[in-house]
């Protein structure tokens, strides 16, 4: 197949044309398409232009022996940023690991109940000032963060959220509301 062919297929069809055929060069068209998003997920969790494409690099290379779990129940796009975002949240949780770091932040501590914090709205995350709000995101788990920056970033809706996780909507309302809750009570106290 020719490559100016294989750009108009769908995402889709290209992913099972790549899977039956084993193709590098169909490959190349996919990652064409998604080298700049998947980059700008992997610079959220990164430290550095370098890491970010490392990282990259590496959701890729994996993408390309995991394509065939992609079984078409949601869009190709929403499936491969789920797979970014699980890959980014397991490098940064084996990174800190590592370093055996073992910074306590307050918000770890935080208690299940509801009514000891009040109610956070989206508002109140807007009006937090971008450099101390990317202090506070570094101060909270990686699976909060992912969820805020799908939702607040990605513009994801709750439904698509749910997809990509495999988790139900009431699931992911409260992980929500959980990290919101934990990013401004890290933010209040930089």
Do not use: P
């Not at 190709?76 to 690991?97: A, D, G, H, I, K």
């Amino acid at each position: 197949m020719k490559d100016i062919e294989a750009t108009k297929l769908s995402d889709e069809e290209l992913v099972r044309k790549i899977v039956e055929k084993n193709d590098t060069h169909l490959f190349a068209v996919l990652y064409d398409r998604y080298a700049g998003v998947v980059y700008n997920k992997c610079y959220g969790f990164s430290k550095n232009k370098e890491e970010a494409q490392d990282l990259t690099h590496d959701v890729f290379v994996r993408l390309f022996v995991k394509l065939r779990t992609f079984k078409g129940k949601s869009k190709f796009s929403t499936w491969l940023y789920s797979f970014t975002y699980n890959f980014c949240v397991n490098y940064v949780q084996r990174n800190s690991e590592k370093k055996k770091e073992k910074v306590t932040v307050v918000t770890d501590q935080i208690k299940e109940e509801d009514s000891e914090f009040e109610e956070i709205d989206d508002s109140t995350l807007f009006e937090l000032k971008s450099d101390k709000l990317a202090k506070a995101l570094e101060m909270i788990s990686a699976s909060d963060k992912m969820i805020l920056l799908m939702k607040y970033q990605d513009d994801m809706s709750i439904k698509e959220i749910s997809g990509a996780l495999e988790l139900g909507d009431s699931a992911i309302k409260m992980r929500l509301k959980r990290a919101k809750e934990k990013v401004v009570k890290a933010y209040n106290e930089l």
